[in-house]
């Protein structure tokens, strides 16, 4: 399964609503579908899992939603700490893949 | 709350092969789904395998599918993944990651693999 992110790079500011979208090239099976987040230097952080579950310790400005082949990630009144590459990881075959990444930067 | 401890960085001829390994501590790799997964130098995660040691289930991303082994010793809570034929495009940084839900939760801290003559 091919996934797709959009956009690239966006770029918005501290306070806005930041909304990320992960297409697949076929159904994801169960929704098994997953958003990491990634800083500099740092391993990739689990953020939502089963599409819309959020990870232990995760704050609920960040929403996952969508189900099939288009998933979306939403995060309310983005905070500085925010502004990283998330990814989108399909796990619902035995091959998982992931999406390109999406760059969001300070506007 | 399980942690990964992952072996040294590592520098490797083109042509050889690398073996890394992944700890467990604080706890096992029992019901857990142990995943492989590399970043190349300013590049995305790529998935390159995974094992689910207690089912002896083990699956590889097909672009990997012939150079790759992952192995785990459940005895010490370990998995290994050795990549072998290196190229210089294998540069990267190596992260395994265990979950009891399929998405990868916890990670090790990567392990920098260097393929240069």
């Known amino acids: 399964i091919v996934l797709t992110q959009s956009p690239g790079t966006l770029s918005l500011s501290p306070g806005e609503r930041a909304t990320l979208s992960c297409r697949a090239s076929q159904s994801v099976s169960a929704n098994y579908l997953a958003w990491y987040q990634q800083k500099p230097g740092q391993a990739p952080r689990l953020l939502i899992y089963?599409?819309?579950s959020r990870a232990i310790g995760i704050p609920d400005r960040f929403t996952g939603s969508g189900s099939g082949t288009d998933f979306t990630l939403s995060i309310n009144r983005l905070e500085p700490e925010d502004f990283a590459v998330y990814y989108c990881?399909?796990?619902?075959?035995?091959?998982?893949?992931f999406g390109q990444g999406t760059k969001l930067e300070i506007k | 709350q399980v942690q990964l401890v992952q072996s040294e960085t590592e520098v490797k001829r083109p042509g050889s092969s690398v073996k890394v390994s992944c700890k467990a501590s604080?706890?096992?790799?029992?019901?857990?789904?142990v995943s492989w997964v590399r970043q190349a130098p300013g590049h995305g995660l790529e998935w390159v395998g995974r094992?689910?040691?207690?089912?002896?289930?083990?699956n590889y991303a097909q672009s990997f599918q012939d150079r790759v082994s992952i192995t785990a010793e459940k005895s010490t809570s370990t998995v290994y993944m050795e990549l072998s034929s290196l190229r210089s495009d294998d540069t990267a940084i190596y992260y395994c990651a265990s979950s009891p839900i399929g998405a990868p939760l916890y990670w090790g801290q990567g392990t920098l693999v260097t393929v240069s003559s």
């Open positions: 094992i689910i040691p207690t089912l002896d289930i083990i």
């Open positions: 089963g599409a819309s």
């Open positions: 604080g706890g096992t790799f029992s019901s857990q789904t």
């Open positions: 990881q399909q796990y619902g075959t035995s091959i998982y893949t």
